[in-house]
């Protein structure tokens, strides 16, 4: 293990000629495996929403930014072993900065927007986590805690600028128009939305892959251990937060795109502590387990109102069925499966595979992107 | 390992270039959506649709208005419906988060395909969708929400505000409290946001060189409000203009008792429901023994609606017994609030035709002579959306169970900017002239 982890770091320049091109020869079909694994899953998620109603391409693009949200969450506590309670804070300043660019920089393009909201998240990122950096456990999520709480008031106290408690509202360009009679305003939002998350998705399982992703799974470990070998471990801590920051942050932009407002009360610490619900029920440790969590934090509550429809209930009743449903199934799940819905999964592939061949693959890879 | 990194990144900015030639936010205008149209209106059933908190913190105080317009059309419905037309009123749930509030106003307008938006529920919340609404030509009647916003016709021409005017309630107040307190000291205690705002900017009209004190609180911060009570009672103040929810209504009365201080409270509509009041009171003080009527004794507010202690209002005595046979709970002046929207929807409904469009539905509320049930004459013209036009201003008198609104003043009229008050002239239908149902 020692070893594999020396080889990526910096190397010597003398060490260099002995292993010329391994890193790049290996690192790169990774990389194309999962653009192309990305461009499958945007084709099967075009075809989505053009087999389903209006109504569901709103839902689809939700689970879209959602997944991008609790996959930069993955990257902090799956990965790198940090907890954080405020990750819809992050969701705060995307959104912002994406309101803020399209009111008063109308001609900047819809790129230059994400990526305007990318680094002002990473800018985030790097002053919070450089801050508890040195903070483990309960004092970590305490911090982290006060930033959920505490972010989302500064639209009030700047209140000329971001708009108080209303929040800001702006109009953005939809379907283009010479493809406005194939599409339409949502499914092009949706289909952007989708573009972007798999887009930042790609980098994520990349960095996870590769020298970063070792890192950081090396200072969740053991820190002392990860020290020993080298390894930064402050320096690794602060850019998992930096990364997991600019996600969610990608992920505000996304939101307020898609849906034209940024008001803080959408960026409440419930969506931080459901973000956070949503990543332990679809499994810590695996991309993919955002996928599940984020499908549920969207499909699990639309199920619990069809589920108070069926039953006829008191509105009284039914107005609250959603959430407790959602909380249920979160405790059910978890205690069935303490690994998630993505731990389940695998320990059902793992056995068929077993049954397939003597020699099950001993170390799965953690982290994996093939597609949705 | 950098390399991959910066291709990845590369790849990024370049697809998501590819996405937008143009500018992010430069919108071409939309041409205005056909009105002639009938959607949501079958033989049988007239679909209409609003967004309301049904959970989360602000369910508590707002819930009751939607179930206060569903009792009222589920009774117009067992009377026949409206041209032999149901009314279907769908309530879906925002939690009070615009982000929920987009979701289910999208959810209604194209998956539920409903014919009208009635009373939206909250200024952050209904100001994301009302652009929306116009675009899709979807007559938005009734916001739930005082803000001037809705007052606009030139660039919302489907939304038809309800609510009054926070100014113009706050200057008819103010000019009551001007003239029957003279020698009063003013503290002025308001919710930070445009509620606040607006109605300072009425009762600086009257009051500006009277105020000794004036304090705000953030609605979205759940606080003590020690501080404030604390500063009207240095600076020497004895009457508090209350320009708040109940929830900080209530606080303020509560840490008023609990510092040993005594002022007149003046408290607009918004945060003036007695029966929400003593509700929050009895909560808050955690003390059954707490002698609530006696706080509540004497304090002035403004109204437009019909109230649950006017017990002698025709209307009031109808809504009491349409929430008997139709209601759940304790009729409240919130569920009053709800029921009016409802019996003035299904008025317009009934004057729009037997083949209702959104034109026509649309043309019938700028018609209508409105004539009640508000105490107040009530504008939706073409050029004037501003809803209820004025206010009466009323005292609260403990008594026997609910106690008694003792009126002061007769309902003046007045605009937002300098001008007169005067009374209001109108004749109020009582609920068996007014014509909303078969």
């Given amino acids: 293990m020692a070893s594999s982890l020396r080889r990526d770091d910096p190397p010597a320049t003398a060490a260099a000629p002995a292993r010329p091109a391994a890193p790049r020869r290996r690192a790169l079909p990774v990389l194309a495996r999962h653009l192309a694994a990305a461009a499958l899953a945007l084709a099967a998620i075009a075809a989505l929403t053009f087999l389903v109603g209006p109504l569901e391409h709103l839902r689809i693009a939700r689970v879209g930014y959602l997944l991008l949200a609790v996959a930069g969450l993955q990257i902090l506590v799956g990965a790198s072993g940090q907890v954080s309670l405020g990750h819809g804070a992050f969701m705060f300043v995307g959104a912002y900065t994406t309101a803020l660019t399209v009111l008063h920089a109308p001609a900047v393009p819809l790129a230059g927007v994400m990526v305007l909201a990318v680094a002002a998240g990473c800018l985030a990122g790097v002053l919070v986590g450089a801050a508890t950096a040195r903070l483990h456990g309960p004092y970590l999520a305490g911090a982290t805690l006060a930033l959920a709480v505490g972010l989302p008031a500064l639209a009030l106290y700047f209140s000329d600028l971001l708009g108080g408690s209303n929040g800001l509202r702006f109009a953005l360009r939809g379907t283009p128009p010479e493809l406005s009679g194939l599409l339409t305003d949502n499914q092009w939002k949706a289909l952007v939305v989708w573009l972007t998350v798999l887009t930042a998705l790609v980098v994520l399982a990349t960095l996870s892959r590769g020298r970063l992703g070792r890192r950081m799974r090396a200072v969740r470990d053991d820190e002392s251990a990860a020290a020993m070998a080298g390894i930064p471990v402050g320096r690794t801590r602060v850019t998992a937060f930096v990364v997991s920051a600019g996600c969610a942050s990608l992920a505000g932009a996304c939101e307020a795109y898609l849906l034209g407002t940024a008001t803080p009360s959408s960026f409440s610490l419930a969506l931080s502590l459901s973000l956070l619900a949503a990543l332990v029920l679809g499994g810590l440790g695996s991309l993919w387990g955002a996928l599940w969590g984020a499908l549920a934090l969207v499909y699990l509550e639309a199920a619990g109102r069809e589920l108070a429809d069926l039953l006829g209930l008191g509105s009284s009743v039914a107005d609250n069925l959603p959430p407790v449903f959602f909380g249920v199934m979160l405790v059910v799940i978890v205690t069935a499966w303490p690994t998630g819905v993505h731990g389940a999964l695998r320990r059902l592939g793992g056995l068929s595979a077993r049954q397939r061949t003597p020699n099950p693959p001993s170390d799965p890879p953690s982290i994996t992107t093939t597609g949705a | ?438």
Avoid at chain 2, 199 to 218: K, M, N, P, T
Avoid at chain 2, 280 to 294: H, I, N, S, T, W
């Fill in chain 2, 1 to 438: 390992m950098r390399k991959p990194t910066a291709v990845a990144a590369g790849a990024l900015a370049l697809t998501l270039l590819a996405t937008s030639c143009g500018g992010a936010g430069e919108v071409e205008e939309s041409a205005g959506a056909d009105l002639n149209v009938s959607v949501g209106v079958t033989d049988d059933t007239v679909t209409i649709g609003t967004h309301q908190p049904l959970t989360g913190p602000a369910s508590a105080g707002y819930l009751a208005i939607s179930q206060g317009a569903s009792a009222m059309f589920d009774y117009i419905n067992d009377q026949g419906g409206v041209h032999g037309r149901r009314i279907e009123y769908l309530v879906k749930d925002d939690v009070y988060d615009p982000t929920k509030t987009v979701e289910v106003t999208q959810e209604l307008v194209e998956g539920e395909e409903i014919f009208a938006m009635l009373g939206g529920l909250g200024t952050p919340t209904h100001s994301k969708v009302v652009d929306y609404l116009s675009e899709k030509g979807v007559p938005d009647l009734f916001p739930s929400s005082g803000a001037l916003m809705w007052n606009d016709p030139e660039q919302y021409p489907l939304t038809y505000g309800y609510q009054v005017d926070y100014t113009k309630e706050a200057k008819i107040l103010a000019k009551y409290v001007a003239e029957n307190f003279p020698d009063a000291k003013v503290a002025y205690y308001y919710q930070n946001d445009d509620v606040g705002s607006d109605s300072i900017a009425g009762l600086d009209q009257y009051l500006a060189d009277r105020v000794v004190a004036d304090a705000g609180y953030e609605s979205t911060a759940p606080e003590a409000v020690g501080g404030q009570i604390s500063s009207f009672k240095e600076a020497g103040a004895d009457l508090v203009v209350c320009a708040c929810i109940p929830a900080f209504a209530a606080l303020g009365i509560l840490n008023a008792v609990g510092q040993g201080y005594q002022a007149q409270w003046v408290i607009t509509s918004i945060g003036s429901d007695t029966p929400t009041l003593r509700a929050l009171l009895k909560e808050y003080a955690e003390d059954d023994g707490l002698p609530v009527d006696q706080l509540l004794d004497g304090i002035i507010t403004s109204g437009y609606l019909p109230q649950v202690n006017m017990v002698d209002d025709p209307w009031t005595r109808f809504f009491t017994e349409v929430h008997d046979k139709y209601g759940e709970g304790e009729l409240t002046n919130t569920r009053i609030y709800g029921m009016v929207q409802a019996v003035m929807f299904a008025k317009a409904l009934k004057a729009a035709g037997e083949n209702p469009t959104r034109q026509s539905l649309l043309d019938a509320v700028e018609s209508m002579e409105w004539n009640g049930p508000g105490l107040v004459p009530f504008a939706s013209t073409a050029e004037d959306r501003g809803g209820h036009a004025g206010v009466l201003v009323q005292q609260y008198r403990a008594g026997d169970g609910e106690g008694v609104m003792e009126q002061l003043q007769e309902p003046m009229v007045t605009d937002r900017d300098g001008g007169e008050i005067v009374p209001a002239d109108f004749d109020r239908l009582g609920p068996d002239e007014y014509d909303f149902h078969d």
